[in-house]
């Protein structure tokens, strides 16, 4: 029980860090092509969130901003990569549990997206929504490939399923 216990922690924190890092390197390269620094959306959103910034005259980027919001970002990525985690190991144990995984899945993650344009409200105009989203999305796919290789039986269950269906 202990030893399930802690693969499933391992397997969320490893797809905690895959989100993370899939969001922090696409926002990277939206910066970079629009021409700011690769920190440049972390460090607007750790100033609006933490530091109560809400014009971006004389903004810069600033290693503060930068922490704060990457904190956030790689504590909420980690609470999701259990929470996915957890799901798939739940839904190994019926073939139509994943089903169930699947929507809690989506529905946390797009509250938690949501939380973050709302938060970003303010500085709405230089980070478009469809980046959150589709940054967002690849994040997630990204996340549940990773829990699929993990966990082949629910995979296998899911290809099974769809057969029947």
Same mark, same amino acid.
């Given at each position: 029980m202990a030893t399930a216990r802690a693969e499933v922690l391992a397997q969320g924190l490893a797809a905690g860090v895959i989100g993370y890092l899939a969001t922090?390197?696409?926002?990277? *390269? $939206?910066?970079?092509?629009?021409?700011?620094?690769?920190?440049?959306?972390?460090?607007?959103?750790?100033a609006t969130l933490f530091y109560g910034v809400?014009?971006?005259?004389?903004?810069?980027?600033?290693?503060?901003? *930068?922490?704060?919001?990457n904190g956030l970002h790689l504590i909420l990525y980690l609470l999701l990569g259990m929470i996915g985690s957890w799901l798939a190991s739940v839904c190994e144990t019926g073939s139509q549990l994943?089903? *169930?995984?699947? $929507? $809690?899945?989506?529905?946390?993650? $797009?509250?938690?997206?949501?939380?973050?344009?709302?938060?970003?409200?303010? *500085?709405?105009s230089e980070i478009p929504a469809v980046s959150v989203w589709v940054t967002g999305v690849i994040a997630a796919l990204l996340m549940a490939i990773y829990l699929l290789r993990r966990h082949p039986a629910l995979a296998r269950q899911m290809h099974h399923w769809e057969e029947t269906a």
């Amino acid at each position: 029980m202990a030893t399930a216990r802690a693969e499933v922690l391992a397997q969320g924190l490893a797809a905690g860090v895959i989100g993370y890092l899939a969001t922090a390197i696409m926002f990277s *390269v $939206f910066n970079v092509l629009t021409g700011h620094s690769p920190f440049y959306t972390a460090a607007l959103l750790g100033a609006t969130l933490f530091y109560g910034v809400e014009s971006l005259d004389g903004f810069s980027v600033q290693a503060s901003y *930068v922490f704060a919001y990457n904190g956030l970002h790689l504590i909420l990525y980690l609470l999701l990569g259990m929470i996915g985690s957890w799901l798939a190991s739940v839904c190994e144990t019926g073939s139509q549990l994943w089903y *169930v995984g699947l $929507f $809690f899945f989506i529905g946390v993650a $797009f509250h938690v997206f949501a939380l973050v344009q709302w938060f970003a409200a303010p *500085v709405e105009s230089e980070i478009p929504a469809v980046s959150v989203w589709v940054t967002g999305v690849i994040a997630a796919l990204l996340m549940a490939i990773y829990l699929l290789r993990r966990h082949p039986a629910l995979a296998r269950q899911m290809h099974h399923w769809e057969e029947t269906a």
